[in-house]
Nanobody, 122 residues
Framework: QVQLVESGGGLVQAGGSLRLSCTAS????????MGWYRQAPGKERELVAMHPTGGSINSADSVKGRFTISRDNARNMGYLEMYNLKPEDTGVYYCNANIQQYSWSGLGMNYWGKGTLVTVTS
């Protein structure tokens, strides 16, 4: 079994910063990609940033220059550092990862955390 757990959400004023963490645990042979989505109230879930292992980072235009994604592969962790937060950044942030559990299990599967709420006030 694989679990993703986010932490670091909270209430912050516009212009402030937050650092989100995602910890993957369980049976993990390889993490193929790890990143973040978010869902604002009344809107569809959208990509924030995704880091394929060994590949380039994909990020939404709305967060480029303000958010930084990073990974600690040895600890199966991912981070999202958010700067100059805006009210429109408010939403539930979800960790997402494509994980192959065993060497014999083939292509990985997508896993989701339960989300952490980020609220940015004006």
């Amino acid at each position: 079994q694989v679990q993703l757990v986010e932490s670091g959400g909270g209430l912050v004023q516009a212009g402030g910063s937050l650092r989100l963490s995602c910890t993957a645990s369980g049976s993990i042979f390889r993490i193929n990609a790890m990143g973040w989505y978010r869902q604002a109230p009344g809107k569809e879930r959208e990509l924030v940033a995704m880091h394929p292992t060994g590949g380039s980072i994909n990020s939404a235009d709305s967060v480029k220059g303000r958010f930084t994604i990073s990974r600690d592969n040895a600890r199966n962790m991912g981070y999202l550092e958010m700067y100059n937060l805006k009210p429109e950044d408010t939403g539930v942030y979800y960790c997402n990862a494509n994980i192959q559990q065993y060497s014999w299990s083939g292509l990985g599967m997508n896993y989701w955390g339960k989300g952490t709420l980020v609220t940015v006030t004006s």
